[in-house]
C-alpha cells in the first residue's frame, strides 16, 4: 500500500485528483483507515507491531500530499504570474484624442477677431421670452416668422430663439451705451434641411450703441471683419433687405473664395457666396423699448451665421456635414 500510495502521489498533477487521493487511502472508509480498524482482530503481539507500520505509512503519506500540495500550488502560481508578464518594449495601443468641431474653432476665430476690434463677448439662454425674440424687436404681431411654423415654441409666451437678436435686448436693458458686444450661440428655425439650412444652426450677433454712430461705421466694421477673416482680397456686397428691428438693413454676401469674384459652378457664375449675414441700423423703437433715447443715440447691429462661415471657410458644400458627428468628416479638420 506504501508503494503504491507514493507512486499515485508521484503522478498526480492537479490538485483535485490529490485530495481524492487523500480519500482514498485516509478518507473515512480509506485503505488504510480499514486496516486500522481492523486491528481488533489481530492477537495483542501483532496489535503495535501493524499499528506501528500502519501509523508510519500514514505519516509518510500524509506528508507525500502536503509536499505534492505545496508543488502544485507553485506551479499554478507561476502559470499565473507568466501570463501577467508585462512586455513594456511592445508597441501600445493608439487612444484616439478628440479635438475640437470644425464649427466651434470658427466660432472662436470669429469671437477673436471681434475681441480684437474692441468688442465684449456676452451670453444669452437659447430658450427665450417671446417678448425678447419679438415683440422688443419691433416685429409686428403678425410678422410671418412668429408662426408656429416657423418658430419652435415651448408656451405660449416662452420658444427657442429664432436669432441671437434678443442678446441686443438684454444688453441694451441692462447696461448704458456706450456698448460694443458681440455674442454667438445656437439658434433653432422650423426650417426644412437642405444644403444651406439647418433646423439648428449658429448665429453670432454685434451691437454697437453710441452717439453718433452711423451706415459707414456699419459697413467699415463689417468689411474689416470679412478681410480679417478672409484676407483682405476679399470682397462684400450690402444688398437692401428688411428686419424690423433694423432701418435701414441689409444682407451681406461675400466673394465666392473658390474664383474670388470671377464666376465658377460653386457660386453658380455668380461671382458671389451665399447669403452670410444681416445688418442694419437699429431701429428707434427697439432703442426705445430698452429705455435708451434715440434722440441721443444711434446704433447698428448685424448677425451671421457661424455655420455659412464655416462653410465657405473650408468649402463644404453641405450644412450637413457640421452635424453628423461623421469622423471621416471631423478629422480632416
Ligand atoms: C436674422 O436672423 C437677423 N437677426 C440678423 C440681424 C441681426 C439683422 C441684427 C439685422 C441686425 P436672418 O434670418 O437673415 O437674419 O439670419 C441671419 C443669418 O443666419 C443668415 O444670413 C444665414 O447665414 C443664417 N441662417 C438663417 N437661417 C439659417 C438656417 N436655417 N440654417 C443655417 N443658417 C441660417
Known sequence: MKERALLELENTNKLEELE????????????????????????????PIVGQVANEVRVLIENGIEKVK????????????NAEILDIS?????????????????????????MSMGFSIVQGPEVETVYNNFDALNSPENHPSRDPSDTFYITDDILLRTHT????????????????????????????VDDTHSPMFHQLEGLVVDKNITMANLKHTIDMF??????SQMKTRF?????????????????????MGKGCEACNGTGWSMELLGCGMVHPNVLRNCGIDPEIYS?????????R???????????????????????QF
Do not use: W
Open 70 to 81: 505545496e508543488k502544485l500550488k507553485e506551479e499554478s502560481k507561476n502559470i499565473k504570474l
Open 309 to 331: 462661415i464655416a462653410m465657405v471657410k473650408y468649402g463644404i458644400n453641405n450644412i450637413r456635414l457640421l452635424f453628423e458627428n461623421d469622423m471621416r468628416f471631423l478629422n
Open 239 to 259: 444688398r437692401p433687405h428688411y428686419f424690423p428691428f433694423t432701418e435701414p438693413s441689409a444682407e451681406v454676401d461675400v466673394s465666392c473664395l473658390k474664383c
Open 226 to 231: 470679412i478681410r480679417e477673416l478672409f484676407g
Open 20 to 47: 481524492q487521493l487523500r480519500i482514498k487511502f485516509l478518507g473515512k472508509k480509506g485503505e488504510l483507515t480499514q486496516v486500522l480498524r481492523g486491528m481488533g482482530s489481530l492477537s495483542s503481539e501483532e496489535r
Open 90 to 114: 511592445m508597441p501600445g495601443t493608439q487612444i484616439e484624442k478628440g479635438h475640437r468641431h470644425p464649427l466651434i474653432g470658427v466660432m472662436e476665430e470669429l469671437e477673436n477677431i471681434f
Open 165 to 192: 437678436s434678443p442678446v441686443q435686448i438684454r444688453t441694451m436693458k441692462e447696461n448704458k451705451p456706450p456698448l460694443r458686444i458681440v455674442s454667438a450661440g445656437r439658434t433653432f428655425r422650423f426650417d426644412d
Open 299 to 307: 446704433g447698428f447691429a448685424f448677425g451671421l451665421g457661424v455655420d
